[in-house]
């Protein structure tokens, strides 16, 4: 020890140690205590009951008469966690409101015992001696698909539990399936059997059996959906619309319902169960059912569609080159398949997809009832007509008159007339709309609209384009059918001019009723348009100036550029932000 630590031990004593002895074991006390250990939360098969229940009397007045101890009293519906927790919740609230009844029942029965019963007899005669035997009490689920029991002590001179009592008490509740042997034989001997609760019996469910289902070989709904890649480009011959089959191959496959397994109740009663139902095979045209009677399989080679609620087979025309001289004009009742191009002046008609892995050229007419794919575009020469009943995926468009039920995706339009009651979308390659006119129902979204030497562009949106373009179609050919009818009537009489004057009158009068159908068509039309003054929307990345933006009777010509814009009708006014 150095001198001034001797002379601070002398003055104030050793207060070091004194301090740090202290420290030290409270440094060891932290140490060593450890963290309280988080009480498991409560089982909820478990019924907890209040300290004044009957139950708990019952099991003090056996405590006093054997004078030994007993394991507490445990009611548990689910010890092994096999029940489905909503089962054991419901029927814990059932259990306690049953044993509360029973409980106090049993209580007074065994108080009065053990008062003794004197009555106004002689006192020398003696009392009969006062016993309750061991009382098996069950419990039932609501379904009857399960059985509990717990076993009440006697009380006095009363017989213990044995097998013969427990199993005339099952028998007496009328349960006679699924009975535990085993856990019967055990309770007849076992010293922990009163005042708990054991699964005594147990059902079998009934299970319903499995509907019927169809297992389909050939997509119900076709996704027209061309993905831009990382160089803002589409690959427009990866849209393969046309999904062939041969005859006699599957198209879809039956799977049979399953019947039902019935179940039985712990009293012995059955539970029925129901059988899956059946699904008719969906059996459209050019299809017929297998001799199996399980599969639906193609009567002819062709292309497979979902249509309605049916699957049908239309015939595909596949074309190896051009549509030129040596195919002619194509008028088909089913798909059509064109691995060249379609020649100037032809004519392509098909009552499903039309695809053309070409170009569409100049004075060329190509109508689809279902989709048209071009891969390599449309060149047209401002007389080229293209009409599609559901949407067109072209790689250009220009100079062309095109018609849309649908949506069209593009990768540029130049000069061209658009009719489209869905969406335009010109975001891939050039993804530009220079000249000409635009008009769809919901949504133009471009990269590009206009040009820098301001070209006049008409960009319209909202309304009936589809059925405007019908119309206007139809107005033309009753003003040509007029003309013909003029120019008939001033001929010289002879039956070739009555012939042609009454087929004219016949084409007249049909031309009549089919643009007065259109005009009550969209008399309908403008009602729910007028609801939504709001309708249709433009998106582009730049809007150049000479721009023309029509949105119902509105119009707004843009004056300088706008980059990064959305147009909109609100309140009755374009607004580009």
């Known amino acids: 020890m150095s001198l001034k630590e001797t002379i601070i031990s002398f003055l104030f004593g050793n207060k070091t140690e004194e301090t740090a002895l202290p420290q030290e074991g409270m440094e060891q006390g932290a140490l060593g205590q450890t963290a309280p250990e988080e009480a498991p939360p409560p089982d909820p098969a478990v019924l907890e009951l209040p300290s004044d229940h009957p139950l708990h009397q019952l099991y003090t007045l056996r405590r006093q008469e054997t004078g030994a101890g007993m394991p507490s009293p445990h009611l548990s519906l689910d010890e092994e966690d096999e029940l489905p927790l909503d089962l ?225 087979v239309r015939p595909v025309m596949d074309v190896p080159g051009d549509v030129d001289f040596s195919v002619g004009n194509i008028n088909f009742l089913g798909d059509v398949n064109i691995k060249g191009d379609v020649r100037t002046g032809f004519t392509v008609r098909a009552m499903g997809n039309v695809h053309v892995d070409g170009m569409v050229e100049a004075g060329s007419t190509v109508e689809a009832g279902g989709d048209l794919v071009v891969v390599k575009g449309i060149l047209g020469d401002g007389t080229t007509s293209i009409r599609s009943q559901r949407c067109i995926f072209s790689k250009y468009i220009e100079n062309a008159t095109i018609y849309a039920r649908e949506n069209l995706q593009t990768d540029c339009i130049l000069n061209g007339n658009i009719y489209c009651d869905g969406e335009v979308q010109v975001r891939s390659g050039r993804g530009s709309i220079m000249g000409g006119r635009v008009w769809a129902a919901q949504k133009i979204s471009a990269t590009s609209i206009g040009s820098r030497s301001e070209c006049r562009t008409v960009i319209a949106l909202g309304g009936t384009p589809c059925t405007n373009f019908e119309r206007d179609l139809l107005q033309q050919e009753l003003e040509e059918l007029e003309i013909e009818q003029e120019k008939l009537e001033c001929q010289a009489d002879s039956p070739i001019k009555a012939s042609l004057l009454g087929k004219n009158r016949m084409k007249l009068s049909v031309a009549e009723l089919k643009l007065k159908q259109l005009d009550s068509d969209l008399e309908t039309k403008k009602v729910p348009q007028q609801k939504e003054k709001n309708s249709g929307r433009l998106e582009c990345g730049v809007a150049y100036p000479s721009t023309e933006l029509i949105f119902g009777e509105e119009t707004l010509r843009l004056r300088h550029e706008y980059r990064q814009c959305v147009a909109r009708l609100i309140n009755g006014e374009i607004v580009v932000i």
Request: glycine share 12%; proline share 5%.
């Open 88 to 312: 054991v919740v419901r029927e814990k609230k059932r259990l306690e409101s049953s044993l509360r009844t029973v409980c106090s029942s049993r209580l007074k029965a065994a108080k009065g015992g053990g008062s003794g019963r004197r009555g106004k007899k002689k006192e020398e005669e003696e009392e009969a001696p006062f016993g309750l035997d061991a009382l098996p009490w069950f419990f039932l689920s609501a379904d009857k698909l399960y059985a509990w029991v717990l076993i009440f002590p006697p009380a006095g001179q009363g017989a213990e539990l044995s097998r013969e009592i427990l199993y005339e008490g099952m028998f007496g509740q009328g349960i006679l399936y699924g009975i535990d042997e085993r856990l019967a034989d055990r309770l007849s001997h076992d010293e922990n059997r009163y005042f708990h609760l054991f699964r005594i019996a147990r059902g079998k469910p009934a299970f319903d059996g499995k509907n019927g289902n169809i297992i389909d070989y050939f997509p119900r709904v076709v996704e027209r959906v061309l993905e831009i890649d990382e160089y803002d480009q589409v690959d427009y011959a990866a849209l393969n619309l046309i999904h062939n089959v041969g005859q006699g191959e599957e198209i879809c496959r039956l799977i049979l319902p399953t019947e039902g397994n019935p179940g039985r109740t712990v009293l012995d009663q059955e539970i029925p169960a129901k059988s899956g139902k059946t699904v008719p095979l969906p059996k459209g045209r050019n299809t017929e059912i297998g001799e199996d009677g399980v599969t639906l399989v193609a009567t002819i080679a062709g292309h497979v569609e979902f249509s309605g609620r049916a699957f049908q």
